[in-house]
């Protein structure tokens, strides 16, 4: 067994290196390691990729940015030929600066700033979205050559986070807009939509197709050269999730073909965002105190306070309206059942978990049972990629959770062969010590997407 080890990432490279679920539970035994933290699987997302270019293999992924900006995550879906979804020139500002390319960029925010306009008609990222007339007069006086993507507004009452009454053209509006567009003579060449974020029905996504169709026959009509598809995000992330990808991949294949046949040239793209890091991202919080109070009954509840909360990575109860699945230690270690639950046969109290500000709002979850625990011990947090640490503040003093990676030997050999290799080792503090990290150099662009072998 041969193993690099160093504070940030952890390449676990034969079969008696210890799992992911053994880091974790090998990091909580490090002297003086009390803080709270993350551990990402990497193998994890490459996975995801595999799955996603053998289930969509007509449709390229831009990942969504604000899911999760983690700088690594970025350089590694940028080395599996990713692009990215940005929705403000900051986000833009940072792909540009990790080194990805404006023409790899879609800017799908269809209400913005017009300093942000000016900025990606600087940097050339052409493709950016709209919804209403107010914005197709701001691009036509700040970046008059936009590849403009209208979005439209489709069925979200299936997901979790709506998105719909925000963004989005009514069908009904769809006829105005484009005719203002070529009123305005700008160059419209795509529709967009989002069925909503934690989308529970795979349905959605062939109501949405069907429109997409409608507003690319009436574009065609008047003239506009349709050429890009964009599918939107939505894509379940973890495990448990009421439906499953594949489920979702089906119906979109399905309707892909009805709708946008091969022959005819149009590029499809997606922006799934929580799709790709929410089961990556596993956290590991510390018990920093305990109380147990009586309820009315007589019963007790135990009150246990962590070192990360709703102001920190759990964020995602409140906006992304996420239920938290704490286990222990053991429990994690040990695995699911069947039914994807972790299995333990201690006797649960009824218990509730509290971040460590000096808020009441700062509760994790509420009137749940669980075992006892004790002051120092840990609780897993699994699915914790997507929504959490992006929004996390560090109010009333605390910090955010530091990120520990973790990578067996495969995943290991794929991500050094990326072309930005350098980068991603760099920022993962990987030291070369006993193997051999002679990164071979890809030159001039990303790898193809389908650079992993499917087996
Ligand atoms: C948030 C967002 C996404 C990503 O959504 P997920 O549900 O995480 O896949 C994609 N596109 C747009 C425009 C978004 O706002």
């Known amino acids: 067994m041969s193993i690099i080890e160093n504070i940030d990432c952890f390449v676990a490279l034969d079969d008696c290196s210890p799992t992911v679920q053994e880091y974790i539970g090998q990091s909580t035994q490090v ?28 449709v390229r992924p831009y990942y969504a940015v604000k899911c999760n900006s983690s700088r690594v995550i970025l350089e590694i879906l940028m080395g599996l030929g990713i692009g990215f979804d940005c929705a403000s020139k900051g986000e833009i500002q940072e792909l540009i600066s990790l080194g990805a390319l404006p023409k790899d960029i879609i800017y799908a925010n269809p209400c ?25 007069y701001k691009v036509a006086r700040y970046m008059p050559d936009a590849q403009l993507v209208l979005r439209i507004r489709v069925p979200d009452e299936h997901a979790v986070c709506v998105l719909g009454t925000k963004y989005g053209a009514e069908m009904d509006d769809v006829t105005n807009l484009l005719t203002l567009a070529k009123k305005l003579n700008l160059n419209v060449t795509g529709v967009s939509f989002h069925v909503g974020s934690g989308c529970t029905s795979a349905e959605a996504y062939s109501i949405a197709l069907q429109n997409a169709r409608f507003v690319f026959d009436v574009a065609i009509e008047l003239g506009f050269q349709m050429n890009l598809l964009d599918i939107g995000g939505g894509f379940p992330g973890s495990s448990d999730s009421p439906i499953t990808f594949d489920e ?18 149009i590029s499809i793209i997606a922006e799934p965002g929580r799709y790709y890091v929410a089961s990556a991202f596993t956290l590991a919080c510390n018990i920093v105190a305990k109380k147990v109070i009586k309820n009315s009954d007589g019963s007790p509840n135990a ?65 749940f049972y669980f075992p006892e625990m004790q002051v120092g011990e840990w609780i897993i947090f699994p699915d914790m990629g997507a929504y959490t640490i992006c929004a996390a503040s560090n109010f ?16 290991f050999e794929l991500i050094s062969q990326f072309y930005n290799w350098a980068k991603i080792a760099n920022k993962l503090n990987i030291r070369p010590s006993g193997i051999n990290l002679n990164a071979k150099n890809f030159r001039g662009g990303s790898l193809p997407l389908n650079m992993i072998e499917v087996n």
């Not at 910090?399 to 990578?407: A, E, I």
């Open 112 to 136: 913005k700033p017009k300093s942000h306009i000016e900025y990606a008609a600087k940097t050339g990222v052409k493709l950016m979205t709209f919804d209403n007339t107010e914005e197709l």
């Open 248 to 265: 979702v991949a089906k119906v979109i294949n399905a309707n892909l073909d009805l709708y946008f046949p091969t022959d005819q040239d």
């Open 396 to 411: 009333n003093g605390f910090k955010t959770p530091s990120l520990k990676f973790y990578v067996k030997s495969y995943g």
């Open 303 to 367: 009150m246990y306070y962590l070192n990360d909360g709703v102001y920190g990575s759990f964020n995602c109860t409140i906006f992304d309206h996420y239920e938290t699945k704490p286990t222990t230690l053991d429990a994690y270690r040990s695995g699911t059942d069947e039914q994807g639950l972790l299995s333990t046969d201690q006797t649960q109290f009824q218990t509730t978990i509290w971040g460590p500000t000096c808020d009441s709002m700062d509760c994790i979850k509420k009137d």
């Open 31 to 58: 002297p003086g390691q009390e803080d709270a933290f993350y551990v990402v699987d990497i193998d994890d997302i490459l996975n995801k990729h595999r799955n996603w270019i053998q289930s969509l293999p007509r």
